[in-house]
C-alpha cells in the first residue's frame, strides 16, 4: 500500500543544538544573578515589577538609589527595553550623575543612553528643542537668583519702595515662586489677594512675568511650568516624548510639587509604566512647594498600581530605628511602614535636656570626651580604643545654635570644623 508522502520529511529540524540551549540557560541565570544577586527579596520584587504603575515605599537606607539603578538594568538586559526608550528623573544633578555611574558599572555604554536628568534639566531640553510650539524663542535665557533680585529691586527702585523688611527682593521672590508652584497666575494671585501687601506681591508678579517675557527669559520655576505647558498644549510633541519614554522612573516623589507631578502625570499618559520612589516620612520642604498629596494619593490617582515597602534598613542600628519610629508614627496620614535591620549591636540613645544653650553644649562636649578617652577594661590588654574626634559629629536645626557648640568646644581644645550645606542642585 502506497502511502502519501510526508510533505515535510525533508525539512531540516527547527532545533537549538542542546549546547547552545545550555550556554543560553547558563547565560540567563548569569544575568539574574548579576542584576538581582545583591538585592534582598523585597528589592528583587521591585526591580522585576516592569509594567504598570508602581510605588516604591523606600525608608531611610532601604537601597533606594539601588532598586532604580538594577530596575533599568533589568529593563534593558533581562526584558529587551531600548535604553533610550527608559526616563530617569532625579532630583539633584548629584543624584543623577551617582545613578549613572552605578548602571554604567553594570551595562556598560549604553547606560548613555537612558535619559536621565532632574526635572529642570529634562525641562531645558525639551523647551530648546520643541519650545516653539508654545511661543517660546529657542535661546531663551535662564535666570538665576542674581538675575531675578535685580529685575524686582528694578521695581522697587521705580515704585520708591525699600529692598528690606516686607520688601526685601528675596521675600517677594519666595512668595512668587511658591504661588507658581502652586499652579497660580498673576491674575489669581491678585483675586485671592486679601492684604494690601498680597496685592503688592501679586502686582510685582504680574510685572516680573512680563518683563522675563521681553527679556525671552525663564526663571527656574517657569521651566517647569513651560515644559507642562508643552505637554498640554502642544499635542504632537507629547505624544513624541511619550511614545519615546515608555518607563518612567522617580526618585525622591514625596519632593515633588503640583506641577512636578502634572508633568510626569502628562508623560505617563497611556502607558502608565511609572515608578515612583520616595518615603513620606522624610517628606520635609513643603516650604518650597513640595506636596505630600502626590505620594499619599498615588494608589487613588493611578487604581492599578502595585505598592512595594522598602523596610530593610543597610545604614542604622535597630536602637536608632526604633527611636525615629517611635517618633515618626505619630504623623498623621503617612503610609504604614517600620524599619528594621539584621545589624546587632547599637547603644541605647540617651536623652538629655540642658537648662539652656551653654548647658547643653556643655554636656555635647563631656559626651565627646568620654568617647575619647579610652576605655579600660579588667587589665591594661582589655583597654578598647579611644574614638577619634574626625568620627564624631555634631547635629543642630539651626545654623545660630552652632555659636554655644563652638565656644564650648573652643574651651575645650577640641578640633572641630563646621560643615557647609551643599547648594540645593548639586
Request: glycine share 8%; charged share 25%; net charge negative.
Amino acid at each position: 500500500m502506497n502511502l502519501p508522502s510526508d510533505p515535510t520529511a525533508d525539512a531540516p529540524l527547527q532545533t537549538t543544538p542542546t549546547r547552545h540551549r545550555i550556554a543560553e540557560g547558563a547565560s540567563q541565570v548569569a544575568l539574574e544573578e548579576r542584576i538581582l544577586g545583591p538585592l534582598n527579596e523585597v528589592q528583587r520584587r521591585a526591580v522585576t515589577t516592569t509594567t504598570g504603575p508602581l510605588l516604591v515605599l523606600a525608608g531611610a537606607g532601604s537601597g533606594k538609589t539601588r532598586v532604580i539603578t538594577h530596575r533599568i538594568a533589568w529593563l534593558i538586559e533581562h526584558e529587551g527595553v531600548a535604553p533610550w526608550r527608559i526616563l530617569a528623573v532625579t532630583f539633584t544633578n548629584k543624584a543623577a550623575a551617582e545613578m549613572r555611574a552605578r548602571l554604567e558599572e553594570m551595562i556598560g555604554e549604553r547606560s548613555r543612553d537612558v535619559a536621565m536628568g532632574t526635572f529642570h534639566s529634562l525641562c531645558v531640553r525639551m523647551l530648546r528643542r520643541d519650545g516653539e510650539a508654545i511661543g517660546l524663542p529657542r535661546e531663551f535665557a535662564i535666570y538665576d537668583a542674581d538675575d531675578q533680585a535685580r529685575v524686582i529691586k528694578g521695581f522697587l527702585k521705580e515704585d520708591d519702595l525699600p529692598a528690606t523688611g516686607s520688601t526685601k527682593p528675596g521675600l517677594i521672590l519666595g512668595a512668587i515662586s511658591r504661588a507658581k508652584n502652586d499652579g497660580l497666575t498673576p491674575d489669581q494671585m491678585e483675586d485671592q489677594a486679601v492684604t494690601h501687601h498680597e496685592r503688592l506681591i501679586a502686582g510685582l508678579a504680574r510685572r516680573y512675568a512680563a518683563e522675563l517675557k521681553r527679556l525671552e527669559a525663564l526663571d527656574f520655576d517657569d521651566l517647569l511650568i513651560e515644559g507642562l505647558r508643552l505637554l498640554q498644549e502642544a499635542p504632537a510633541v507629547a505624544e513624541r516624548y511619550r511614545t519615546k519614554w515608555q518607563y518612567l522612573h522617580v526618585d525622591e516623589y514625596q519632593d515633588t510639587n503640583r506641577i512636578q507631578y502634572a508633568w510626569i502625570r502628562e508623560l505617563a499618559a497611556g502607558h502608565g509604566n511609572l515608578c515612583v520612589v520616595g518615603d513620606d516620612d522624610q517628606s520635609i520642604y513643603s516650604w518650597r512647594g513640595a506636596d505630600i498629596r502626590n505620594i499619599l494619593d498615588f494608589e487613588r490617582d493611578w487604581p492599578k498600581a502595585e505598592v512595594i515597602a522598602l523596610e530593610q534598613n543597610y545604614r542604622s542600628t535597630q536602637s536608632i530605628l526604633d527611636a525615629a519610629h517611635g517618633v515618626v508614627s505619630n504623623n498623621r496620614g503617612r503610609k504604614a511602614k517600620k524599619l528594621w535591620t539584621d545589624q546587632s549591636g547599637g547603644l541605647p540613645i540617651p536623652v538629655y535636656g540642658g537648662f539652656d544653650a551653654e548647658d547643653e553644649a556643655a554636656w555635647i562636649v563631656r559626651r565627646l570626651e568620654e568617647h575619647a578617652a579610652p576605655r579600660q577594661g579588667r587589665g591594661d590588654s582589655d583597654a578598647e580604643p579611644a574614638e577619634s574626634y574626625g568620627g564624631m559629629a555634631i547635629l543642630y536645626r539651626t545654623n545660630a545654635q552652632s555659636r554655644a557648640i563652638e565656644e564650648a568646644l573652643l574651651r575645650a581644645s577640641i578640633p572641630y570644623q563646621v560643615g557647609v550645606a551643599a547648594r540645593a542642585a548639586e
